[in-house]
């Protein structure tokens, strides 16, 4: 018998959808697969970082490693991300992103089915903003997010979301951060070091 699933996601009465909430794309439907550990990040919580982000990311290059339902990338490109990459292991979630992705007919978003570790540690793109959103208590969060200072851009922001309390590790700086049930969300910005 297979492992123990997440419970679905609803949005509109229909299990495995999750609507964007901003933007060009707003009240769009997102489909997903059952996986465990796939939990979309709740309306709310996404409202509450896009405020804390102002609503718009015109220009924005934006990495959603551990994509999963693509709720972060999605919306960030329905907000005006110039480009986003969509990370993502799991063959089902990355289909599921490619029907979406085909569906919305959205240019700026880019889906690659790779380990997200293996494919970060030869990633030398300067990110704007790094979505770090993994399978719900994996303990990824805590072991990728030190590593992340390096992929970002100067004035670079990390979302992170996991089961615990975010402690921004060396390099980052605590911007904003919030609860929602059992996660724990922050936008952590990028330390900038002064010659």
């Not at 540690?121 to 903003?129: H, S």
Request: include cysteine; aromatic fraction near 8%; proline fraction near 7%.
């Amino acid at each position: 018998m297979p492992a123990k699933q997440a419970a679905p996601r609803r949005a509109h009465g229909v299990a495995n959808r999750v609507r964007i909430i901003g933007g060009q794309y707003r009240r769009r439907l997102l489909e997903f697969p059952d996986r465990e550990g796939l939990r979309p990040t709740p309306d709310r919580v996404r409202e509450t970082l896009f405020n804390w982000l102002g609503q718009d990311l015109p220009g924005w290059a934006c990495l959603d490693l551990f994509a999963g339902s693509g709720a972060l990338g999605f919306e960030a490109a329905s907000r005006g991300a110039a480009s986003v990459l969509m990370v993502e292991r799991d063959a089902a979630a990355a289909a599921a992103l490619e029907k979406n992705r085909s569906a919305l007919g959205v240019a700026a978003v880019e889906v690659l089915r790779v380990d997200a570790l293996a494919w970060l540690a030869n990633d030398r793109t300067a990110w704007d903003l790094i979505f770090l959103d993994p399978p719900f208590d994996s303990g990824l969060a805590e072991r990728v997010l030190p590593t992340l200072a390096a992929h970002l851009a100067p004035g670079g922001q990390v979302y992170v979301e996991q089961g615990a309390p975010v402690i921004p590790p060396a390099g980052f700086i605590m911007a904003r951060s919030g609860r929602a049930g059992r996660s724990h969300f922050a936008l952590l910005a990028k330390e900038e070091t002064t010659c």
